[in-house]
């Protein structure tokens, strides 16, 4: 298992590589842009031009040039915005770190308990009305737009029926970092946690019933049966720790995504300044250097993510394991 | 004489599909006495795994109907209610399954899936749990079973698997022990050694088994009593003896005459009955094996019931008379098949 491990760690560098790699060509060497205009942004004097063609190293050869970009970004995390009046950028996106991680780990915690207790329901309730209707629910979930679902949560609880007692609690728009006031932290998040995890509710209910009903038409749940075991334990130890396998693999991947900044609509459209809200400033403002450094964050979170899947699900499935 | 073990009294299953009423097992009756084997023999789809699933109730199709009695030790299982049916279920009678790959969960150890049936039913310790474990895997012939019972099912063969389920169905001693084709998914020399096993089990407790098969070869050896089944209903019950020797419905002559054998000389072409069982949808009134038999006639139209019509215990479900039956069996299976009476 040990070695299985290190072995993944190693993928893990070597993907990152080959990913910050392309980031670079990407940004750096597509024909016809002018790199150097491209981080300068919208005010690019002459010499601001002559400064970045300097640092960057832009007369130099190739690998030069991602030598000296990745020093930047990793080493010494002097990446400037020049369009954010010189701001620099690794320390802006862990600054942002935190509103996002608070956005997405309490819409994970709500995502999975909820989705959890629909997919099991809707499964061992099979046959009955409430089996379609949880998964209409479920389906009405998935289709409905995360940055739609926001802007309607805000229109009720800021203006409309923002002096009724239902939503009277909720603060205005942005985040108020844990540290400061705890309690405002935890009202402004309750509307983006459930607005982001409806989405998930509905793929994952969905997901885990299948699942559920797949495994317990397997042998070896009529064989737990046949043992003599009570229903219910033959449904949490036999039936759903093998459900669980395909459910844990793609939170991992989902997980992954979001905390690397993958919740952009939801952090802009309820004001919460993460990463996501800032690839979404430096997507607009066309602020190169901080998409760089926002892509090899986000990128970082998913390649680790897929690593972590992959080791939980050899912890999980001893059939996957390496003998 | 005393009370069978288990009987089963007119057993009805039925499955609600959306092409009709499916009539998997139509009106069966079997007994098995303590220490018994009995042998229930037929091709698939005749009923075998459906009567027996139902004795363990444990059919969960929310289609199926029953009707009729399954008494145990006295005690009617179909009347029962879940937390009595599931008491019975591991310790009472045990179950062991055809796939031996896919019988066993995958993600659990299998010392753990064998203690965990003894701490279903009794009180004992985790500790204890696993010795007795070892103890079961070693009695089923595991080499390193102390080594073993820590590893998980996909590091066994398939027939090491199969001895795994057997001693998980028996570590709470059940008086009976129903083996579902347990050999059919397994190669001839295992089949063997898995019979074998199965046989000195036996001895060794004094379980009851019943043991599912389409292979007669199977049943001839273990079984003291052997049902055949025909479209979901028994058509022939008796000893081995009876059965292989004086077989009186043909649909058993059919069996016996389409065996391989390797004493006599090749035919040219193998024998087999001609046709296909009826739809369990669109079972006939009358014998359900008439439209193939090459001896029906006008009272075929009504359906026979299993009994006694030689006055023995060898029952039958066939119109025709005894004499008929002998004259016409000969006819049947190639003479040089049916041997001298011993």
């Known amino acids: ?323 | 004489m005393s009370e069978p073990l288990l009987e089963v009294r007119d057993l009805k299953v039925s499955f609600r599909t959306d092409d009709g009423l499916v009539r998997a097992v139509d009106g069966v009756s079997l007994t098995l006495a303590e220490g018994e084997t009995l042998g229930i023999v037929g091709e698939s789809g005749s009923g075998k795994s459906v009567t027996m699933m139902s004795v363990m109730r444990l059919i969960t199709d929310p289609n199926a109907q029953f009707s009729g009695e399954v008494f145990y030790k006295g005690r009617d299982l179909m009347k029962l209610n879940q937390g009595q049916i599931r008491s019975i279920r591991g310790s009472g009678i045990g179950m062991i399954f055809q796939d031996p790959m896919t019988s066993l969960n995958p993600v659990y150890k299998v010392g753990w899936q064998i203690a965990e049936q003894i701490r279903a039913h009794e009180q004992v310790s985790s500790a204890a749990a696993r010795d007795r474990a070892i103890q079961l895997l070693t009695a089923v012939g595991i080499p390193q079973a102390a080594r073993r019972v820590d590893d998980y099912p996909h590091h066994f063969s398939g027939g090491m698997r199969q001895r795994v389920m057997i001693a998980m169905a028996v570590s709470c001693n059940p008086d009976v022990l129903i083996a579902d084709e347990p050999t059919t998914a397994l190669d001839v020399t295992i089949q063997a050694q898995i019979l074998k096993l199965i046989r000195k089990l036996k001895e060794d407790f004094g379980t009851a088994v019943v043991l599912i098969t389409h292979d007669m070869g199977v049943v001839a050896d273990m079984a003291d009593r052997i049902a055949v089944m025909y479209a979901g209903r028994v058509i022939e019950q008796g000893t081995g003896r009876d059965l292989f020797y004086d077989p009186q419905h043909p649909y058993t002559w059919g069996l016996l005459g389409s065996i391989a054998r390797l004493d006599r000389p090749r035919p040219r072409r193998l024998a087999a009955i001609p046709g296909l069982p009826p739809s369990l949808l669109r079972l006939p009134e009358g014998c359900a094996f008439s439209d193939r038999c090459a001896h029906s006639f006008d009272l075929c139209a009504t359906r026979p019931e299993l009994s006694a019509r030689l006055g023995t215990t060898h029952l039958d479900a066939c119109h025709l008379s005894p004499q008929q039956k002998k004259d016409l069996r000969v006819a049947t299976i190639h003479p040089e098949l049916v041997p001298e009476t011993p």
């Open chain 1, 1 to 323: 298992m040990l070695t299985f491990i290190v072995r993944r760690s190693l993928w893990t560098v070597l993907v990152m590589f080959v990913i910050t790699v392309l980031v670079f060509i990407i940004f750096f060497k597509t024909p016809g842009v002018d790199p150097a205009r491209a981080i300068a942004g919208r005010d690019s004097s002459p010499q601001i031009l002559a400064e970045i063609r300097a640092q960057f190293g832009l007369n130099r050869p190739l690998p030069v040039q991602y030598g000296l970009m990745m020093k930047r970004l990793f080493v010494d995390r002097s990446l400037v915005s020049y369009s954010n009046q010189g701001q620099l950028v690794v320390p802006e996106i862990f600054a942002a770190a935190p509103a996002t991680l608070s956005l997405v780990l309490g819409a994970a915690l709500i995502w999975v308990v909820v989705s959890i207790a629909m997919g099991v329901a809707a499964a061992v309730l099979r046959g009955s009305l409430l089996d379609p209707l949880l998964m209409i629910v479920a389906l009405i979930g998935v289709s409905t737009p995360v940055f739609w679902l926001g802007q309607v949560a805000n229109l009720v609880s800021q203006g409309g029926l923002h002096n009724t007692i239902l939503f009277s609690w909720v603060p205005p728009l942005g985040y108020t970092p844990l540290t400061s006031n705890p309690v405002r932290w935890f009202e402004g998040l309750v509307l983006p946690w459930i607005t982001l995890s409806i989405l998930y509710i509905g793929f994952y209910a969905r997901v885990l019933r299948a699942s559920v009903l797949e495994v317990q038409n397997e042998d070896y749940v009529r064989t737990a049966r046949a043992k003599g075991l009570t229903e219910q334990r033959v449904l949490m130890r036999h039936t759903l720790r093998n459900s669980m396998i395909t459910f844990v693999s793609l939170f991992g991947l989902d997980f992954g995504a979001l905390v690397g900044g993958g919740a952009i609509l939801t952090e802009v459209v309820f004001g919460i300044h993460g990463v996501g809200f800032l690839t979404y400033q430096a997507l607009t403002s066309l602020d190169l250097p901080t998409i760089m450094a926002t892509v090899v964050y986000g990128a970082f979170f998913i390649v680790l993510a897929n690593a972590l899947v992959d080791v939980a699900y050899a912890w999980l499935d001893p059939r996957v394991r390496p003998t």
